[in-house]
T-cell receptor, first 116, second 113 residues
């Protein structure tokens, strides 16, 4: 158990809908990262937050957004869902360093999103 | 269980053998590398990491070797056990100063009893 929690574990929805995925980082971690894992693309970095502020962006679609709250939990919002958005979505957390130096990321169990 | 990918390179070994999983990374400026293990239906699990100022790092039953000249990373698992069966990913930190990782496609390790 990494200490990172994600809810829900499974989510089934229809095209065009909007969903919110939730992540609670390990105790003491300030950085949260979101990744998408699909069969054809592997693990893709989406976005990082550090202590409530966006730190880095990866391959995140405009239909997707995220935020990190004062209690450091994070939410990933996916809107106007398409069939191709079906994937595993992972959250990871790390202690985080103000200067952004790389530190170890610990992953949650993931949310499996199925868009029908 | 859930598959994490199709057409992954696969390494099949017998229990007790030593396993070597290889990874070619993309950016000569990468300064940090991690190996993760992902079992079916679970999130990636940290195994071992290494920074670019080192060539070798050892953990419990695992060793990571870094060859910066040819941009190659390897994970050696000693006395492989059935519980080691999983997909193994290497990841590199491409963007210096940013704690973001780029993952390789993964290698599936199958350990037979």
């Amino acid at each position: 158990d990494s200490g990172v929690t994600q809810t829900p574990k499974h989510l089934i929805t229809a095209t065009g809908q909007r969903v919110t995925l939730r992540c609670s980082p390990r105790s003491g971690d300030l950085s949260v990262y979101w990744y998408q894992q699909s069969l054809d693309q592997g693990l893709q970095f989406l976005i990082q937050y550090y202590n409530g502020e966006e730190r880095a962006k990866g391959n995140i679609l405009e239909r997707f957004s995220a935020q990190q709250f004062p209690d450091l939990h994070s939410e990933l919002n996916l809107s106007s869902l398409e069939l191709g958005d079906s994937a595993l979505y992972f959250c990871a957390s790390s202690v985080g360093v103000a200067g952004g130096r790389t530190d170890t990321q610990y992953f949650g169990p993931g949310t499996r999103l199925t868009v029908l | 269980g859930e598959s994490v990918g199709l057409h992954l390179p696969t390494l099949s070994v017998q229990e007790g053998d030593n396993s070597i999983i290889n990874c070619a990374y993309s950016n000569s400026a990468s300064d940090y590398f991690i190996w993760y293990k992902q079992e079916s239906g679970k999130g990636p699990q940290f195994i071992i990491d290494i920074r670019s100022n080192m060539d070798k790092r050892q953990g419990q039953r695992v060793t990571v070797l870094l060859n910066k000249t040819v941009k190659h990373l390897s994970l050696q698992i000693a006395a492989t056990q059935p519980g080691d069966s999983a997909v193994y990913f290497c990841a590199e930190n491409i963007r210096s100063g940013y704690s973001t990782l780029t993952f390789g496609k993964g290698t599936m390790l199958l350990v037979s009893p």
